[in-house]
């Protein structure tokens, strides 16, 4: 295992040494409140050097887009430009209060409803919401949603939500937290919507059916426009889970599907940061007879499709906001996280129609790339072509698991793709390439898990010890969970 020349934290240092200097107090010293301050917390008195080697030592041992490559299947965890990170830290966005009047905030709220149109563009829908903070908030919102409709048509009886076995995870518990019952509709034997479950299925007890297209097998719902009929013809809606939407912006719109709300990502299809639990922004798009459904407050132009919403007020400004008619109020403070839909409609722009397209072209065709690369070794439980990912299974040898592949990966290299996931199949390695990598980088990737694969066979202990290059090895996830390390210790 490699090790750091760098001792431990808590034997740097000695008394007296100081790695800061602050300033001289401005305001009345006032002591602290007894029994605020931990005594007995033994922090090591080092110098300003030891202090940033330190943390630089522990930057370097972050894993992020921009060190390596980060094939996390129905996460998109492509490279963010760096342009765009420019775009969000202009001044003028930055420096804008949200509490600012309207008629001084026109750039901003002029850059929302030109996000709101291009999202509408590339989604075939009647409005869009930039409200919701994350993917699952926006999933949460499109229930509510539904709720609401059926709702304002005093239909009570609908209680029950439909979920194909290949959704995302979340989706139950977005239906729950609504008040529905999750119902699991089942896989076919290619990976669709069972037509003839989703039939029995439908009645008029039946609120909707939650799909998400491509599936979190990889897949396109070839019966996508039947799967949508069979709802609808029960009373129901349906929602798009819009997470996998890489793989479909220039050449697919949900709504011309007749999907009736649905969610985007925007940290994940227009290359918004992710990771480490947010920042996140999940706008939600809506048919005509969602649309009125919507949370407020949202991006107008005055004079153009203003007025008709509750709440809507005249600025001395062309752009002002809206609550929709039947809106089912905030679902977060102010306006969204307004610092990532800039750098969604920087990257939106900078590629124009054209680029989106290609962009799901080149996610599409590099994923199909690693998938013929790696079908020899790893076995592919639905031989059809994929969408942006595709999901193998990594028992490559007897008594190897799908854990024991990931964590040899680190050893050369590379982050694991997501593991165990779909829960329906078996040892699942889910592997999302991106549009980002290039065919170098696809090529050492694949030729890892083939050497680790014949590793497999050779010396499964070598899988089983793995990592071997960590600070740290395997840990025990269990025990972490149930006994977590949450503080500081000098012993």
């Not at 001395?316 to 403070?333: A, L």
Request: net charge negative; aromatic share 6%; charged share 20%.
């Amino acid at each position: 295992m490699a090790m750091s020349t760098e001792p431990l934290l808590s034997e740097m240092g000695a008394p007296g040494r100081l790695g800061a200097s602050l300033p001289e107090l401005d305001v009345p010293e006032t002591p602290v409140p007894e029994g605020l301050l931990r005594t007995a917390l033994r922090l090591p008195e080092i110098t300003e050097l030891e202090a940033v080697r330190h943390f630089t030592r522990l930057s370097r041992l972050n894993y992020s887009i921009d060190t390596n490559f980060y094939p996390l299947g129905s996460c998109t965890m492509k490279y963010n430009p760096k342009v765009n990170e420019d775009a969000a830290n202009l001044a003028g966005f930055t420096d804008c209060h949200p509490l600012i009047p309207e008629d001084l905030a026109q750039g901003s709220i002029e850059l929302m409803f030109g996000l709101q149109e291009m999202l509408k563009a590339v989604s075939g829908f009647d409005a869009v919401s930039l409200q919701p903070a994350a993917g699952a908030h926006g999933e949460l919102t499109g229930v509510y949603m539904i709720r609401a409709w059926h709702e304002s048509r005093k239909d009570a009886k609908r209680k029950r939500m439909l979920i194909p076995d290949s959704a995302h995870g979340t989706n139950p518990a977005s239906v729950a937290m609504a008040g529905f019952e999750a119902v699991t509709i089942p896989s076919s034997a290619d990976g669709g919507v069972d037509l003839a479950a989703l039939k029995a299925a439908c009645d008029d007890t039946v609120a909707g059916l939650m799909i998400t297209n491509p599936s979190t097998l990889g897949l396109f719902e070839r019966n996508i426009l039947e799967v949508v009929k069979i709802v609808h013809d029960s009373g129901g809606l349906v929602y798009g889970d819009g997470a996998n939407m890489n793989a479909l912006v220039g050449a697919f719109r949900p709504a011309d599907a007749g999907i009736d709300v649905m969610h985007f990502n925007l940290h994940k299809t227009f290359s918004t940061p992710h990771g480490g639990g947010g920042p996140g922004a999940g706008a939600v798009g809506a048919s005509s007879r969602l649309a009125s459904f919507l949370p407020g407050p949202i991006a107008a132009r005055k004079g153009v499709n203003r007025g008709s919403g509750r709440g809507s007020r005249e600025t001395s400004g062309d752009y002002g906001f809206e609550i929709p008619e039947n809106s089912i109020g905030r679902v977060k403070s102010f306006y969204g996280n307004f610092g990532i839909l800039v750098r969604a409609y920087a990257y939106m722009r900078q590629l124009g129609a054209v680029g989106l397209r290609r962009v799901s072209e080149n996610a599409v065709i590099n994923a199909n790339y690693l998938r013929v690369l790696l079908r020899d070794t790893y076995h592919e439980p639905y031989d059809r072509p994929c969408m942006h990912e595709f999901v193998a299974e990594g028992d490559v040898a007897a008594g190897v698991r799908t854990v024991d592949v990931a964590k040899r990966l680190i050893d050369l290299g590379f982050h694991p793709p997501t593991i165990y996931f779909p829960l329906i199949v078996h040892e699942a390695l889910m592997i999302e390439p991106t549009e980002s990598e290039s065919k170098e980088t696809l090529d050492a990737f694949a030729a890892a898990l083939i050497r680790i694969a014949d590793e497999a066979k050779s010396d499964p202990q070598l899988l089983h010890d793995a990592p071997h290059d960590t600070p740290v090895g395997r840990l025990d996830e269990v025990a972490a969970a149930r006994k977590p390390v949450l503080c500081y210790h000098c012993d």
